[in-house]
C-alpha cells in the first residue's frame, strides 16, 4: 500500500514537472505586456529616473521594497541574536 501510494506522488509529481516546462516560453523570449511598455514610456517623466528598473524597484514598488528589506533586517537580527555569545559571570 505504501510503495503504491510513493508510487502514485511520485508519478503525478513528475507529470506537474512535465506539464509545467512543456507550459514555458521559449529560452529568451520574455512576455511584453501593456505594464512593460507602460514602464519604459513613462518612468523619466513620472519618477525622474533615468533608470528604468531603478524607477521600478524605488518609486512603483518602493513599499513592497521596504517590506522586503524589513523582512531581511528581522532575519538577520534574529541570526544574530541566536547565534550571540553569552557572557558568564563568575
Known amino acids: 500500500m505504501r510503495k503504491a501510494l510513493g508510487l502514485f506522488a511520485f508519478l503525478?509529481?513528475?507529470?506537474?514537472?512535465?506539464?509545467?516546462?512543456?507550459?514555458?516560453?521559449?529560452?529568451?523570449?520574455?512576455p511584453h505586456t501593456e505594464m512593460d511598455h507602460y514602464f519604459i514610456t513613462h518612468a523619466q517623466e513620472q519618477a525622474s529616473a533615468n533608470n528604468v528598473v531603478t524607477s521600478i524597484v524605488f518609486d512603483y514598488r518602493g513599499f513592497d521594497t521596504l517590506g522586503e528589506a524589513t523582512v531581511l533586517f528581522t532575519a538577520v537580527a534574529g541570526v544574530l541574536m541566536v547565534l550571540r555569545r553569552k557572557e558568564v559571570s563568575s
Open 12 to 30: 503525478g509529481f513528475t507529470l506537474f514537472l512535465l506539464a509545467a516546462t512543456m507550459s514555458l516560453r521559449p529560452f529568451g523570449a520574455p
